[in-house]
Structure formats: structure tokens, C-alpha cells
């Protein structure tokens, strides 16, 4: 890789590297304090297009600007294909605008997007033309695995709506390729969803095939306004009617407004159809309360047979509150013979209000490996609730994170003394522990716990030295 950096602005030694085919150059990252516009891109261009390099793999230059006749030659000489074959490309800044990808995706022509296998166009101010031009460039592609639009507001609905549209008339089923679609902060809506969901499945009977793990899709679609109403159709996504398979691998729905009537949505797909291969869902942030937690709760412990590879679920940043938590909680197993959900194993729940109660429930989860409850406000009296669960560390749990409970320093000590106890009932898993925004307590139980357990990383906020002025602390 090489980074483009030096003691000058001039991209020239490298593009001399990659006219001479340097085997040391195959990813080519160009910094933003570089000079790479019109001039260096042609020239590149035309190095590729001779045929000259058969090294270069990749292209990195966010953030320069390149005018329009330089990007429309860097597609065609992409297209080419003339003794390289470059696989990735992220060129021009947030002017690049529509009229930026038009020329480039117009200098690929009709090679479907040529060998491209990633294409990263976030936050270069494309709206509905731009949006297009990407569908009928690389809709019938067999190549691209990765599309990356996050921050083009400016696409919406309707550009979206455009995008799926000219790809659908481009291939009966687009993107087949396709593993990694970002549509975050696209300022997408119930429309723009519909559409995707539409163009994803493709024309009708081209999803009967039975897909395998290397055909899913990690979608995301953080930031957009899509709303309860929406994740009606993404539950087509979630299991493909018909064949009752997940076509996603991991949904981000992260501060997407959803609230209660959103997850009571999918929900009902993961309680009552299978969803094989699903194995994430990102729901933060989302003003889930304790209705939706409920309906996940149920769907987790009935469904479980349907969702068997999800294994991460993220809550957080959502006022579930106790009893909520609760509910979840009693829907995973307690044990090794429980009925409820045994197969979700990492569950974040920071700051979701779920009090003593609620924390201490989750402490029983034999499922779970990783468990974050930041930002809980549980204070001394959870943790040290949580402590009496904590003796000689946790037969399941590798990490747990605890900060920003704002416990005093004797409740952190009652904890650390906990996780000391010896236990012959079984093997400690845990090995990380996060701490901060809490009161260290006694500083010398630190290290005795790293002395009984060597294994256990414990994360918490640095003390200040106390022979420094207090005005000078924690600086």
C-alpha cells in the first residue's frame, strides 16, 4: 500500500511507481493534503488504459476534486481492463455532485461496472440524477460485492426510487453480487424502502434459488427517517417470502424512528418464519419502549427455532426501562436445559434505563458472551446488586461493560472483592471488564485481582496524581 504521503503535495513518484508496475504498489491511498486532480487523475488514467500496470488493485482518493473529462477517462480505463484489473475505487469530494458520477459511470460505459468490485460515492453530494446513473451502471454487475452512498441527503426517496428502477431494467435481478450496501444519512424514507426492497428481491421467480452464506447482504440504513411503516417491507427482506430465508446477513436500523410499531414489525417475522443466515439487527437509537421490548422478548423465546444464527442484537440509546429488560432477559436460557433463546450471544443495552432489576436478570443469561451496560445510571446500589452474580467472575460472559454507572469507589470494590471469590463450581470466562465513568475504589484491590486473574483486563479511568495541583489533574 502505499499512502501517498512525503515531504511535497506531488503525486508524481507515485504515479511513476505505478507506470513502472511496481509489485509493491497495489493499493493506492492519496491523502487529502496531496495534490491529485484533473492532471494526476488522466495520467493515471492513461497508465492503466496502456496496459503498462498489472499491479494496481485499488483507489483511494476521497476528498480531492477532480473535474468531470479526468473522471469520465479513470472509468473507461477502469473498464478496459487492459492488463489490470483495478477492484476498488473511492475518488472526488463532496462537489463531485451528479454531474462528477454521471462522467464517471458514463467512461465505464456498458461493462456493467466493469471489474469494479467496490464503489464508495459517499458524501459527494449525489441526488436523484447521480443516484440513476449508478443503478444502470452497475446494476447488472457480477462483479460488485460493496456500494457505499452514506451522507447523500440528497438522494431520498425519489433517488433512490431511481436507482432500484434502472437497475431492475438492467438485470431481472440486480446486484447479484452484491455483500455490502450503505445507504446511511441518505435521508431515506417508506418510498425510497419499498423501492429497495423491490429492486433486492428482483423480478419475480428470480430469488427461488436457495442462497448460501456468501450471498447475503449487510445493509445498512442508519439515519434515515424511514419509521414504523417501513419495516413492513424490510421484512421481506429479513425472510424471503417464499423460501423463508434471511437475503440479509446483518440490518442496521440505528436512529431510524421505528419506535414500538417498528420492532413489533420484524418482530413477527423472526417469531413466526425462519430467517436462516440472519445473525445481526442494529436497533439503537431507535424509541423503542417497553411495548417493543415485549414483542422482541416473545419473538426471541418463541421464534428461536427460526433465528438460530442470530447471535448480536444492539439496543442501546433506546427507554426500554427495567421492566422491559427484564422481559428479555427471562426469554433467554438461564441455563444449559432452559427452553428460552440459547443462541444470542452478544446484547448491548447501553443506556436503556434497566435498573438493578433488570441488569441483575441479564447476569443470569447463559447465552451470552458480551454484554454492554453503559450509561445505565445504575449507581452503588446496581452494581453492587450486580456483584453477588459477579463471585469468582461469570461462568459465561467474556465481557461485560459496566461504565458510566457513576458507582461510588466502595461499590467497585465490592465488585472486585466478588470477582476474587474463589469458585470450584466453574471456569471463569470473563476476561474483559469496562469501568469507566465509575469511582475506582481501593486501588490496591486492582492489583489483586490482576494477581487472582490474570486473565481478566479490567478498563477504568486513570487516576490522577495526587501530588498534582487539583487544577492539573486528569490533564
Known sequence: MAWGTGNFKSCASLLNRIENDDSQLTDLVILPMKTFGGEEV????????????????????????????????????????NGNKIGSIAIGDEQMGDIGVVSFCKGLGDSNGG?????????KGISKEGAEMIGKAFGASK??????????????DDGLHVLCTAALESSSKPFPALRKLDLSDCNIGLKGVESLVKCLLGKEGS?????????????NLNSNPIGSDSCASLKNLISIPSINFSMVHSLSLKGCSIGDGGIEAISSILQGHQCKFLTTLDLSSNGIGLKGALALGVALKEGKENINELKEIRLAD?????????????????????????????????NTNCGSGGAVALMKCSPLSSLRLFNNNLGSTGIEAISSHLEGGHAYLKHLDL?????????ISQL????????????????????????NGDERLFEKVKAVLPELDIARDREA??????GEKGN
Do not use: C, W
Open 115 to 123: 471489474p469494479l468490485e467496490s464503489a464508495d460515492f459517499a458524501f
Open 403 to 411: 461504565g458510566g454507572n457513576r458507582a461510588e469507589g466502595g461499590a
Open 143 to 156: 462483479n460488485l460485492q460493496s456500494l457505499i452512498l452514506y451522507r447523500n441527503p440528497a438522494i431520498g
Open 465 to 470: 496524581p495526587k501530588d498534582l495541583p487539583d
Open 318 to 350: 433506546n427507554p426500554i426501562g427495567e421492566e422491559g429488560i427484564t422481559a428479555l432477559a427471562n426469554s433467554l436460557a438461564q441455563h444449559q436445559n432452559d427452553d428460552n433463546n440459547s443462541t444470542l450471544a452478544v446484547l448491548d443495552l447501553s
Open 207 to 219: 430469488m427461488n434459488e436457495i442462497r448460501d452464506q456468501s450471498q447475503l447482504i449487510d445493509l
Open 416 to 439: 472486585l472483592k466478588s470477582i476474587m471469590t474463589k469458585r470450584t463450581d466453574f471456569r471463569n470466562s470473563l476476561n474483559t471488564l469496562e469501568l469507566g465513568g465509575n469511582e
Open 42 to 81: 488522466k495520467r493515471l488514467a492513461e497508465i492503466l488504459k496502456s496496459g503498462k500496470n498489472k499491479t494496481l488493485k485499488s483507489i483511494s482518493a476521497s476528498g480531492h476534486a477532480v473535474p468531470q473529462d479526468a473522471l469520465e477517462l479513470l472509468g473507461s480505463a477502469i473498464a478496459s481492463q
